[in-house]
């Protein structure tokens, strides 16, 4: 993390978030990938994130941050998405002070890289970065320092789990990232994934355990279900990787 500014890097977390008035926490949809935008603030301090922004929907987002009175530090990514351009660079120049995080292994250009350990303050809370690769290379997944949530991006979807088939995806290094970084938390720990295209919004780490029937599944099982999926090449890919590869750095509106 050279020159990176996210404060206590890398260390253990020792912030408890239930810390008297509870984490303000708002979950937005873009339609057309699917896409859940989830905003975290701190009621007391004001400041806040923002978690997997799309383009088109980034000044409703800074709108809402308006409206709440908050201050938003970061714009963080999950990974790089194939199916919306981030929201990330535009929020930069929507909010002034706001900075761009991707995690290093993504090979994506941003203000700030995380690396597996490292965590993210916003007032008196903190989101812990766990490396959950295999959809692709750079996932991670964001956990709320008293593991009460977590966002896990596309590795661990409601029922499902995000592809293994392109962007040096692996499907046994999903199942490993998914037990052994996802499936240890508290079985009461809310799930929020980056896309959901049933209209379901949470789920908890005991419901996919036990439920998701994927991931239930023994990791050669796994790897066969899917080494044949067969889906088709998501629509919006050959420009949205590019241009999320430039992850928060775009050049701002004239």
């Not at 400041?47 to 709440?68: G, S, W």
């Not at 991707?102 to 994506?108: F, K, P, V, W, Y």
């Not at 890289?113 to 916003?122: A, V």
């Not at 009460?148 to 392109?166: P, V």
Request: aromatic residues 6%.
């Amino acid at each position: 993390m050279a020159g990176a500014t996210l404060r206590v890097a890398g260390r253990r977390l020792s912030q408890r978030s239930g810390s008297g008035v509870p984490i303000l926490l708002r979950q937005m949809f873009e339609p057309k990938s699917c896409t859940y935008t989830y905003l975290l603030g701190d009621r007391e301090s004001h400041e806040a994130v923002l978690i997997d922004p799309v383009l088109e929907t980034a000044p409703r987002d800074a709108q809402l941050v308006k409206e709440l009175g908050l201050r938003l530090l970061y714009a963080v990514n999950t990974h790089c998405h194939a199916d919306h351009i981030t929201g990330s660079g535009l929020l930069r120049s929507l909010l002034p002070g706001c900075q761009s995080v991707i995690s290093r292994l993504s090979g994506a250009q941003a203000d700030l890289h995380i690396e597996d350990g490292d965590s993210i303050h916003f007032g008196r809370f903190a989101l812990e970065t766990r490396a959950s690769p295999g959809h692709t290379p750079g996932c991670v997944t964001f956990v709320l320092n008293d593991h009460s949530m977590a966002f896990t991006g596309d590795a661990l979807l409601i029922r499902g789990c995000g592809r293994t088939d392109f962007q040096q995806g692996c499907a046994k290094t999903l199942y490993h990232s998914v037990h052994e970084k996802i499936f240890t938390l508290p079985g009461d720990c809310l799930i929020y994934p980056a896309h959901d295209y049933r209209g379901l919004t949470v789920s908890t780490v005991e419901e996919e355990r036990t439920l998701n029937p994927r991931l239930t599944l023994s990791c050669e099982e796994f790897v066969k279900v899917m080494d044949n999926l067969n889906l088709p090449k998501p629509q919006q890919i050959d420009f949205a990787v590019p241009a999320n590869m430039r992850c928060g750095i775009q050049t701002p509106p004239s």
